[in-house]
């Protein structure tokens, strides 16, 4: 079978979504090396190499945006998977389109341009409509799907990702001191927070909630990871009106090997979003050994279970307690750890992979 992929996420470094499609390509390629894959991304018209690493049966095409559906048609697919909302190819059997979230749609204020928002929208409600199946990360994510698209249920697969073996526990002798000098941490302890710095990831209200731990904050500073998104001024003025300068440190974005570091030395991982249609990060914090506190809305309750703490976003008192509960009671922290390694053994790349592949094969039949 010859699979074509929207790989552009992978290339262009966007955030969650190019993690998952670089992880799900990186599996599929071991586990079908009877199949053919032709990776897609935009640029001039043209053949790349195939990247370090892979098989022989992968090769990488690009072509201008508005040009990608020609190239994909003189390829010839069996299948065309749209990684990111959009279908941009062409399969002869069907094509399948990755939904993450409608997080615009569920939660009103979290897009910036509020007519381009919209104009997304109906763009992936007819590309749902026009697609042979639907994929989605959560049971939450499909019911969205259902309600907000008017897509039938059978249409859609629920296939969570995985958290690789790239995130585990470091444990070295003086490692979590030389991180702190490395990003200039004004307390050897810390809370962690990584995400983009956009609107709905609630990142103001955490700072908020840190703001009200006036023992804890002697002995721990709040590190929040991730590129700047249209949210980061108002968590600058958060930080300043909570009398918060030189407190809260913010890094930006960081290489995976920097996140899996400064998530294996925190004290606690909070990740207090208003709404995801997956939301790996809490895993990941949990694989490396993070105590974590998460929201107990949209699809978060469900990936976590009873390995984290779940809290109201909206509520920074709230969000606090909890804090202060897993910071001033090492049993419970030494419970929650334990928890979610537990936890992260329900969540592999090569399951999230063998099961796209099974739903390739399904279109591919047809």
């Known amino acids: 079978m010859i ?3 929207d790989a552009n996420p992978m290339f262009i470094r966007q955030a ?3 993690q998952y499609v670089a992880n799900l390509i990186t599996h599929m390629v071991r586990l079908a090396p009877d199949d053919e894959f032709v990776l897609y991304r935009t640029g001039m018209w043209g053949e790349s190499k195939t990247p370090a690493g892979w098989g022989g049966n992968v090769r990488v095409v690009s072509a201008p945006k508005l040009l990608l559906w020609a190239r994909s048609r003189l390829d010839e697919l069996d299948v065309y998977h749209g990684t990111s909302y959009r279908l941009r190819g062409f399969g002869r059997r069907g094509s399948i389109v990755s939904i993450h979230d409608l997080a615009a749609e569920r939660v009103p204020g979290v897009a910036p341009r509020r007519w381009g928002a919209r104009l997304a929208s109906e763009k992936t409600k007819r590309t749902a409509h026009r697609a042979t199946l639907i994929l989605v990360l959560s049971e939450h994510a499909a019911r969205d799907v259902g309600d907000l698209m008017g897509v039938p249920r059978e249409k859609i ?5 995985g958290v690789g073996d790239d995130y585990y526990p470091e444990r070295v002798a003086g490692g979590r001191e030389a991180l702190c000098r490395r990003y200039a941490l004004p307390r050897d302890r810390y809370v962690l927070f990584v995400g983009t710095l956009e609107p709905r990831k609630n990142v103001p209200t955490l700072v908020r909630a840190f703001g009200r731990l006036t023992r804890i904050r002697r002995s721990h500073c709040l590190v929040l990871v991730g590129a700047s998104g249209q949210g980061i001024e108002e968590i600058s003025d958060v ?5 918060l300068d030189g407190e809260v440190v913010m890094p930006g974005y960081l290489p995976q090997e920097e996140v899996r570091r400064l998530y294996s030395y925190a004290d606690l991982f909070v990740y207090p979003s208003l709404y995801e249609g997956f939301g790996l990060p809490p895993l990941e914090a949990m694989a490396c050994g993070a105590p974590t506190i998460t929201s107990n809305t949209s699809s978060l309750p469900e990936v976590v279970g009873e390995a984290a703490l779940q809290v109201d976003p909206r509520d920074p008192e709230a969000l606090a307690d909890a804090m202060n509960a897993i910071l001033e009671d090492e049993t419970l922290a030494v419970m929650l750890r334990a928890r979610g390694f537990d936890r ?7 399951r999230t992979a063998r099961e796209t592949l099974q739903a390739y094969r399904r279109v591919g039949s047809r």
């Open 157 to 161: 697969e629920v296939i969570n990702p």
């Open 239 to 243: 930080v300043r009106g909570s009398g």
């Open 16 to 18: 969650g979504i190019g």
């Open 344 to 350: 992260i053994k329900q969540f592999s790349w090569e």
């Open 3 to 5: 699979i074509g992929i």
